[in-house]
């Protein structure tokens, strides 16, 4: 169940001109990547969420349903970063592990293991939002909220792990 949520509220369709949309609901993607690109604190971005509230405003959006979709394609984006900063940070890892003689404790599998453990935690502590609102629609924004702040936290934290120094 919990992945089944997670899934449907990750689907978006990739539009022209930096766009993604979702129906008629769109986010400007060059958006979510400067804000990902300016923020150097700890933490998810203050400006992650932005995206998906200028969908909402610019569309006049009040229902519950066209709230998540904006939601959803935000972290579509985030999503998309995350992997980006996923394969960069694992490819200097590697080459960290081949440099340093890292046989040990390769970085590399230790970020897999640790990439793998952050996806199943994201999932259950999303699913957890969802049903601690069970009864109401609210309960579709709370968990669609957390997918988003948790994927543009677990970016930021894949690209300053990645440019530490062994």
């Known amino acids: 169940m919990r992945r089944t949520i997670w899934r449907l509220a990750a ?3 990739i ?3 930096g766009a993604v949309a979702q129906g008629a609901l769109t ?3 060059g ?3 400067a804000c990902f690109a300016g923020w150097d604190g700890q933490g998810a971005p203050d400006c992650a969420g932005d995206a998906s509230n200028e969908c909402q405003r610019k569309n006049d959006v009040v229902a519950t349903p ?3 979709t904006c939601i959803a394609t935000e972290t579509e984006v985030w999503d998309r970063l995350l992997n980006q900063t996923y394969r960069e940070t694992r490819a200097r890892f590697a080459e960290r592990d081949r440099t340093e003689g890292n046989a040990a404790l390769p970085i590399e599998d230790a970020l897999v293991e640790a990439q793998r453990a952050w996806i199943a935690f994201r999932d259950a502590e999303c699913a957890l939002n969802y049903a601690a609102f069970q009864g109401g629609t609210i309960r579709s924004v ?3 909220s ?3 702040a948790m994927t543009a936290r677990r970016t930021v934290q894949l690209r300053d ?6």
């Open 27 to 29: 986010v400007d993607a």
């Open 15 to 17: 539009a022209p001109q």
């Open 161 to 166: 792990v990645g440019r530490m120094e062994g």
């Open 66 to 68: 066209d709230i998540v």
């Open 142 to 144: 709370v968990s669609a």
């Open 11 to 13: 689907l978006v369709l």
């Open 31 to 33: 958006a979510v990547e």
């Open 146 to 148: 957390c997918a988003l």
